[in-house]
């Protein structure tokens, strides 16, 4: 009776332990995620962060109201022939300064730019090579192996927070690097930063924030983050520099009041003092 027992119980606690290896063996694989997770370097971390951005992030799309300088490197006076016969200050323009000239235009709602001599050219939604592909293959029958420059005016990033010069900065390029970001912002402001450098990218919708830390500015994969224009960079202050900010504003609320409080003491007392002076009747 007793070994019928003991071979019961056994079965009962095998079948037990069958049940709950899987959930022993997800928690286990969970420890192990965890694990790797803390031991993986920061860098990595913001490397397959940057890895789920969107896609369109990468090479930036030309759409309506950008503003565009097309410039030909073969010789502008094919397209604007006007220009061989313009003269500047009593000078007439050279082909070498014609050739080295460039004409602006913005696309309009339509997504369309107009080239002289060749009419409305759709390059909204095309990146920068896509449209210079484009516009050369619109001058392909007036000039032979045309070759175009394209530049679009209008990108921009925005940068706020503890660094010494916020606001937006236009870049000439597609993108700049993280570094060159706050060198343009004129540094951070280190006495008033907190710890971390904030980027939040917007694309088709989606929002994503990026959090680098500052001590990691000295490592090239951190500095050279790229950053696309639309990107807003924020150093947040720290909690101190706040609570400065809100003593100082407090002290300029207060300031007024207390001067007022004092000027009536004193004509309270002037007041009391020439009271006293008079002669007792």
Known sequence: MRLFIVLFLGFVCAESAAQNAPDTLRVAAKLDTLRAAVATPTSAVMAQ?????????????????????????????????????????????????????AFETYVNRTGQIALPQVGLVKVAGLTRAEAILEIERGYSNTISKAIFDLQILNLRIKVLGAVNKQGIIMIENETLTLAEVIALAGGIDFANADNTIKLVRSRNNVQQEINYQIRDLDKPQITGTLIFDGDYVFVPPSKASLRSIKNQRTAGVLQPIALTLNALAVMIGLYFTYKASLPKQ
């Open 49 to 101: 962060e940057v890895a789920f951005l969107p896609p369109d992030t990468l090479s930036y799309r030309i759409k309506p109201g950008d503003r565009l300088r097309i410039r030909n490197l073969n010789s502008l006076t094919i397209i604007l022939p006007e220009l061989a016969n313009m003269t500047v200050a009593g000078s007439q323009v050279s082909a070498q300064n014609a050739s080295n000239s």
